[in-house]
């Protein structure tokens, strides 16, 4: 552990010239690249965040989607822009922990080429399945779940935005520590994956809260349990899969990240603006109808948790045997 500690210091040192002393200038934009289509969680977190960094920044500050390639692209095109931060990039769980195992040719190198700044939020997902399957086969909750799945091994599928996802990922460490056999149908996203489960041409998800919050609450979907470690705000009666199944968490998240060696002034004014920017009433208000809980860390404390999300995902790629199709 110590060990491990001195590398996510050293990551972070690395991370920012600390003989550079340079802010941002007023006169110049600050564009926030989203690596992903407009009107998703990611985008939408942005969006609400510009509004609210202009007055902190004294700056005008954009927003700009560059989707493509799972995330590398918008990813990519930051690694390689100036280190002045005027151009940061909303990364992710994928951008920074799963596509470097997933995708032969990476453009970037997830640890070096960024300067990690701030977590923005984490939202979890949560273990759903189809509420007619779930009464036919009487199942009422995850112990039900997984006693039913070793009595019928491969009988029970899963499905997923693709190979690689989130929910691919979730659904592999469930089978793991729950020792269960569930076959993987994997879609060409995740709103594809949704319509075959409210189908019941699949039987479970592990869906992201917020796009499945609907049809939970009108009784289309069983909520089982959410991913994360802790219950969700939103949804307080959905117990965490944790509870019964003790080291399952996992979570989407998404921060903010520049490009690397970002002087050490430029990043700490940067991070202070964000975590005042998401430690307000009315940020966490639009935060929570994305099922989103808004988490600013400091920039050592964000580095260290990349480098963890990075290897813990890692291992449980090769030991999965993921690839992309």
């Given amino acids: 552990m110590r060990s491990f ?43 609400i965040l510009a509004d609210k960094l202009r007055p902190l920044l004294k700056t005008e500050v954009v927003v700009d989607n560059r989707p493509g ?76 779940l ?5 009595k019928n091994p491969g009988r029970l599928n899963y499905a997923s935005g693709g190979n690689g996802s989130a929910g691919h990922l979730a659904g592999e460490l469930f089978k793991s520590l729950a020792k269960i056999s569930v076959v993987h149908l994997p879609s060409s996203g995740s709103a594809q994956a949704q319509a075959g489960l409210l189908s019941g041409q699949t039987d479970l998800m592990f869906d992201n809260l917020a796009s499945a919050s609907a049809n939970i609450k ?20 959905i117990p965490t899969i944790n509870d019964v199944l003790p080291g399952f968490h996992i979570s989407t998240w998404f921060g903010i990240f520049g490009p690397a060696n970002l002087p050490k002034a430029t990043t700490d004014q940067l991070q202070k603006a964000f975590a005042a920017a998401l430690n ?32 813990d995902y890692g291992r449980l790629i090769k030991v999965a045997k993921i690839k992309l199709d």
């Fill in 146 to 150: 997984i006693a039913y799945a070793r």
């Fill in 69 to 144: 390639s799972g995330g590398n692209v918008g990813a990519a095109l930051v690694a390689k822009a100036p280190a002045d931060g005027h151009t940061l990039v909303m990364g992710a769980v994928a951008t920074h922990a799963i596509n470097p195992w997933l995708y032969p040719n990476m453009p970037y190198d997830a640890l070096k080429d960024f300067t990690p700044i701030t977590l923005v939020a984490r939202v979890p997902n949560v273990l759903v399945m189809n509420a007619e399957t779930a009464k036919r086969l009487n199942i009422k909750d995850t112990k039900d």
């Fill in 5 to 47: 500690i001195k590398i996510a210091a050293a990551f972070a040192v690395a991370t920012v010239t600390l003989a550079a002393q340079a802010q941002l200038a007023p006169q110049k934009p600050v564009t926030i690249v989203v690596p992903y289509p407009a009107g998703g969680p990611l985008d939408n977190a942005a969006h």
């Fill in 218 to 237: 009108s009784g289309k979907l069983v909520a089982f349990g959410v991913t994360t470690i802790n219950r969700s705000s939103s949804f307080t009666e």
């Fill in 280 to 311: 307000t009433p009315d940020t966490a208000e639009k935060f929570a109808r994305m099922s989103a809980t808004p988490s600013p860390m400091t920039s050592a404390d964000f580095a260290y948790m990349v480098m963890k999300e990075h290897a």
